[in-house]
């Protein structure tokens, strides 16, 4: 007798596909990425999303403080740093520094550390714009990078007629 296991699916997955459809269907680097977007927001929400607008600002989708471990492990740090510093001010911007680092990592995922991103700008970024760093991020091009501008998304007839007046 075999017997087989069936792979399950992350929680949170058809969410994540149902998002992918709606904005990133296009593209299969776009929808991997964006899927690992979704779930990593979704995750640091503490709750399922119903939705995910990919032009929000990640303040206005992501709370304040991501969950009471964070927080916990965030005044214990800065006890030990005001402790070893004795600077109010500089404690406080080092833990906003390193919360913006922590948040940065998991939304941008392993290559984090190649993007050229100041941490204390992901806030004011959305998931559209985290999802396409992450594809600039993992190599290669996608077809969606390869599509020509307003410019140029003329049909040759019209540029042909518009070069040869030039001429």
């Not at 991020?137 to 390869?146: D, M, P, S, V």
Request: charge should be positive; glycine fraction near 6%; aromatic fraction near 4%.
């Amino acid at each position: 007798m075999r017997i087989t296991h069936k792979r399950s699916r992350p929680k949170g997955t058809k969410r994540a596909e149902a998002f992918i459809t709606r904005h990133f269907s296009g593209c299969g680097k776009h929808a991997e990425e964006a899927a690992a977007v979704f779930l990593a927001v979704e995750k640091m929400c503490g709750s399922r999303l119903a939705g995910l607008d990919p032009d929000a600002a990640l303040r206005d989708v992501l709370p304040e403080q991501m969950s009471a471990k964070d927080s916990l492990e965030a005044v214990e740090f800065e006890l030990a740093l005001e402790e070893e510093l004795s600077r109010k001010d500089l404690v406080k911007l080092a833990i906003r520094r390193l919360a913006d680092e922590n948040l940065m990592k998991a939304l941008l995922g392993p290559a984090a550390a190649g993007s050229s991103w100041d941490p204390a700008t992901i806030w004011v970024r959305s998931a559209r714009g985290v999802i396409n760093e992450r594809v600039r991020l993992r190599g290669g091009k996608c077809w969606c990078a390869e599509m020509p501008s307003t410019n140029e998304t003329q049909p040759t007839s019209a540029r042909a007629s518009r070069e040869g007046a030039r001429s």
